[in-house]
């Protein structure tokens, strides 16, 4: 089946719809289903990306609430690369 895919906006090959990475940009999208008029969307951006986001945030601890929204957004983003590794292990 070709489809787009919705990071790189390329044309790409998939065998059916699902999760699967982008052969062109590395990124882990969701390729729909047409017959159930699904649309492809972005999961996860590719591991650099992910990375670089991790890295480039201000964690600043102002305030108490504000420590405990940083924790949550690092583990939130280490979460993401961590299925990236798992997803790329299992293919």
């Given at each position: 089946m070709l489809t787009n895919c919705p990071k790189c906006k390329k044309v790409i090959?998939?065998?059916?719809?699902?999760?699967t990475f982008c052969p062109k940009?590395?990124?882990y999208i969701f390729v729909?289903?047409?017959?159930?008029?699904?649309?492809?969307?972005v999961l996860f951006n590719t591991e650099e990306e992910?990375?670089?986001?991790?890295?480039?945030?201000?964690?600043?601890d102002v305030e108490d609430n504000d420590k405990e929204k940083n924790k949550k957004k690092r583990a939130e983003l280490k979460h993401?690369?961590?299925l990236l590794h798992k997803n790329l292990?299992?293919?």
């Open positions: 090959s998939v065998e059916k719809s699902g999760n940009c590395g990124t729909g289903d047409p017959i159930k008029d699904e649309e492809n969307k992910l990375k670089k986001e991790f890295k480039s945030k201000q964690f600043e993401k690369i961590n292990n299992d293919s």
